[in-house]
């Protein structure tokens, strides 16, 4: 069994591109759930790898259990939104939608996806909509500026902006 100070070993190495252990970190936290603190803990981590290999496990968290992750979503929505490393914006913008948030938080997650729906790295854009849109599902207010992001982002040179709005588009559509 790995000691409780054995997460961050599991999250540092490799290149930006590799996960290092990753998964063998995100099978502990899922079978003791108590570690999510430790986890969360190296989202702020000197090694920025180790931070982003953080959020991304909280993220695929989230999707599972959201409540587990909850106490730690102001990572979410605090200085990590403002970094500049697109691979980190990327587990930011995926998991606002995926967060309970309270209404000041919704704003500040709101204002987060529509900067990032900006940034010059195509899949943090694609993903910015993708959440801004997830939270037009409730807020029929946001679809004003969803809709018109969704065409733009249809008639883009980029084949992954193109396919992210049409699986917008499709999932907006479903719910009419």
Same mark, same amino acid.
């Given at each position: 069994?790995?000691?409780?100070?054995?997460?961050?070993?599991?999250?540092?190495?490799?290149?930006?591109?590799?996960?290092?252990?990753?998964?063998?970190?995100?099978?502990?936290?899922?079978?003791?759930?108590?570690? +999510?603190?430790? &986890?969360?803990?190296?989202? =702020?981590?000197?090694?920025?790898? %180790?931070?982003?290999? @953080? #959020? /991304?496990? *909280?993220?695929?968290?989230?999707?599972?259990?959201?409540?587990?992750?909850?106490?730690?979503?102001?990572?979410?929505?605090?200085?990590?939104?403002?970094?500049?490393?697109?691979?980190?914006?990327?587990?930011?913008?995926?998991?606002?939608?995926?967060?309970?948030?309270?209404?000041?938080?919704?704003?500040?997650? +709101?204002?987060? &996806?529509?900067?990032?729906? =900006?940034?010059?790295?195509?899949? %943090?854009?694609?993903? @910015? #909509? /993708?959440? *801004?849109?997830?939270?037009?599902?409730?807020?029929?207010?946001?679809?004003?500026?969803?809709?018109?992001?969704?065409?733009?982002?249809?008639?883009?040179?980029?084949?992954?902006?193109?396919?992210?709005?049409?699986?917008?588009?499709?999932?907006?559509?479903?719910?009419?």
């Amino acid at each position: 069994m790995v000691a409780r100070s054995n997460l961050r070993p599991l999250l540092s190495g490799g290149d930006r591109r590799s996960i290092a252990q990753s998964n063998r970190a995100y099978q502990l936290v899922r079978a003791h759930p108590a570690r +999510i603190d430790e &986890l969360a803990a190296l989202a =702020a981590d000197d090694d920025w790898l %180790v931070s982003m290999r @953080a #959020l /991304d496990l *909280l993220e695929k968290i989230a999707h599972e259990q959201p409540k587990l992750v909850h106490r730690h979503k102001r990572l979410f929505l605090g200085p990590h939104a403002e970094s500049d490393k697109w691979e980190i914006r990327l587990q930011i913008v995926r998991a606002l939608p995926l967060l309970q948030l309270t209404a000041r938080e919704r704003k500040r997650a +709101i204002e987060i &996806l529509r900067r990032n729906v =900006a940034y010059p790295q195509t899949f %943090v854009r694609a993903w @910015a #909509l /993708d959440s *801004l849109a997830a939270f037009a599902e409730s807020d029929r207010r946001l679809m004003r500026m969803v809709k018109p992001l969704v065409a733009q982002f249809e008639r883009s040179e980029s084949k992954a902006l193109q396919a992210r709005a049409r699986n917008i588009r499709a999932r907006l559509e479903a719910l009419r």
